[in-house]
Antibody
Framework: QVQLQESGPGLVKPSETLSLNCSVS????????WHWIRQPPGKGLEWIGY???????DSSPSLKSRLTLSVDTSKNQFSLKLTSVTAADTAVYYC???????????WGPGILVSVSS | DIQMTQSPSTLSASVGDRVTITCRASRSISSWLAWYQQKPGKAPKLLIH???SLESGVPSRFRGSGSGTQFTLTISGLQPDDFATYYCQECNTYSFGQGTKLDIK
């Protein structure tokens, strides 16, 4: 059973860079697409982007200019960097695995990241 | 971008009821649609993929249908564990619907 775990700082200052890692255990990162999703407090889900195990990425047009997604197959983990954050980036950030056949079937528990001075 | 419009935003029902949630895509997505259940403080759980394929371990009272731009999630014989928030997601550009909160009447 694959397990995912997000890690990173829970507090980031405005205008700084939010950096998160997602560690994958119980299965290989190879051969799959890996996604990031966020959820502002009390609101709905927002898709951020994905990284394929060979490094190809795609992301939400609204975040693309500030976003970098990467993967490290040697560590079985993938990462997110979001620059120039504001309070609007405060959210629970989830990482998830693509089934490869439509849908995200394994999710991390999520990590709350607050943007505040 | 594909816009997903989900309705209703809230739904009140009783144990044993049958409920239907609708998701409409701004353009055809064939059958590339997934449904998730989310409980407070938890990550979403995949229920249905490819519009109508039940994920392993998900009770058969959950049924998904539709194709193109119109999709529905039907829950028959609501159980106490089913009261949660439900989201649809199209799997071309991965947009989510706004969510439907299903609560106890």
């Amino acid at each position: 059973q694959v397990q995912l775990q997000e890690s990173g700082p829970g507090l980031v200052k405005p205008s700084e860079t939010l950096s998160l890692n997602c560690s994958v255990s119980g299965g290989p990162i190879r051969g799959r697409y890996w996604h990031w999703i966020r959820q502002p407090p009390g609101k709905g889900l927002e898709w951020i982007g994905y990284v394929y195990y060979v490094g190809d990425t795609d992301s939400s047009p609204s975040l693309k200019s500030r976003l970098t997604l990467s993967v490290d197959t040697s560590k079985n983990q993938f990462s997110l960097k979001l620059t120039s954050v504001t309070a609007a980036d405060t959210a629970v950030y989830y990482c998830a695995r693509d089934t490869g056949d439509d849908g995200l079937d394994s999710w991390g528990p999520g990590i709350l990241v607050s943007v505040s001075s | 971008d594909i816009q997903m419009t989900q309705s209703p935003s809230t739904l009140s029902a009783s144990v044993g009821d049958r409920v239907t949630i609708t998701c409409r895509a701004s353009r055809s997505i064939s059958s590339w649609l997934a449904w998730y259940q989310q409980k407070p403080g938890k990550a979403p759980k995949l229920l249905i993929h490819k519009a109508s394929s039940l994920e392993s371990g998900v009770p058969s009272r959950f049924r998904g249908s539709g194709s193109g731009t119109q999709f529905t999630l039907t829950i028959s014989g609501l159980q106490p564990d089913d009261f949660a928030t439900y989201y649809c997601q199209e799997c071309n550009t991965y947009s989510f619907g706004q969510g439907t909160k299903l609560d106890i009447k």
